[in-house]
């Protein structure tokens, strides 16, 4: 039964919730993990944190170059790492979104509005240009900016066959372990899922130090960061990223080059 009426919360007092860690950098996040009994959730938390600035970023990006386990990878990423766009939006890309003549990439929004889809421009840099421009010369087809190729070996979505038993099931022979298997339907071109955005970002950066990173989102973190320990001011920021609310803005504000230092000293010396 329905109960009409105010909700009696007066004189309630609710437990606090924990306010976000700010963005650190590799070195912050290592002394911190220098004391000792910090629980694997503390650890996963503080790495959730990390920011990489500009020469982490560009290794990081030369390492993915070289290691990349599909040919999207190294342009996927440099995307995120020059955008600062969330994996999703990057997904959504189209080529016609990128405009090499005014030098700028739209980004589809889906969290700025629940009532409408938005989108921003972000400046696109020489490097990402330059990316751009390679990838569409080994691009698959259609008009999705990342996409895989239509067939994929070894792929449990886009291989040119259907129907493997796993080694537990699967006959000692070749003619049963061959019996389940059959032509897959072609898939035809698609975007590529969040699940192959992440599985490649994973295995591409496995058994090297880069495997502490859990996703795109920490190129995102990185392109805030690096822009707001440059001074950039916070407005052309908010532009290029769809920040709306001062609680978003807080966790970078540490990172403005020495301004608190130099205010503090010009009164204290």
């Known amino acids: 039964q329905l109960v009409k009426g105010v909700f009696p919360n007066k004189g309630l007092v609710f437990p606090k919730s924990d306010e976000k860690l700010p963005f650190m950098t590799w070195q912050e996040i290592e002394r911190r993990l220098q004391t000792s009994g910090l629980s694997p959730h503390k650890i996963e938390e ?5 920011y990489l600035r500009k020469p982490e970023i560009e290794g990081l990006l030369a390492y993915i170059r070289e290691k990349a386990t599909q040919p999207w990878v190294y342009p996927l990423v440099c995307t995120a790492a020059f955008t600062g766009a969330r994996r999703s ?25 629940r009532k409408q889809r938005t989108t921003r421009q972000v ?31 070894r792929s449990k979505k886009r291989s040119k066959t259907t129907g493997h038993q796993g080694e537990k099931e699967r006959s000692s022979t070749l003619k049963g372990r061959t019996a389940t298997v059959k032509n897959r339907v072609r898939p035809g071109m698609a975007p590529l899922t969040k699940d192959e955005a992440h ?37 052309i920021i908010d532009d290029f990223v769809g920040h709306q609310t ?11 080059p020495n301004v608190k230092q130099k205010a503090i000293a010009s009164v204290f010396g």
Request: aromatic share 8%; charged share 30%; net charge positive.
């Open 46 to 50: 503080l790495w959730s944190c990390l």
């Open 89 to 113: 939006e990057l997904l959504r890309m189209e080529i016609a979104d990128v405009d090499f003549d005014a030098d700028t990439i739209l980004v589809r929004e889906k969290k700025r509005s």
């Open 123 to 153: 400046s696109l840099t020489p490097a990402l240009k330059s990316v751009l421009q390679e990838w569409l010369t080994l691009h698959p087809g259609g008009h999705i900016l990342f996409c895989q190729k239509e067939t994929v070996e």
């Open 199 to 235: 599985d490649h970002f994973q295995r591409t950066l496995a058994r090297s130090k880069w495997a502490v990173l859990k996703g795109y989102h920490v190129l995102r973190h990185s392109f805030i960061s690096c822009l707001a320990a440059e001074g950039v001011d916070q407005r």
């Open 246 to 256: 001062d609680e978003q803005r807080k966790r970078y504000r540490h990172l403005t």
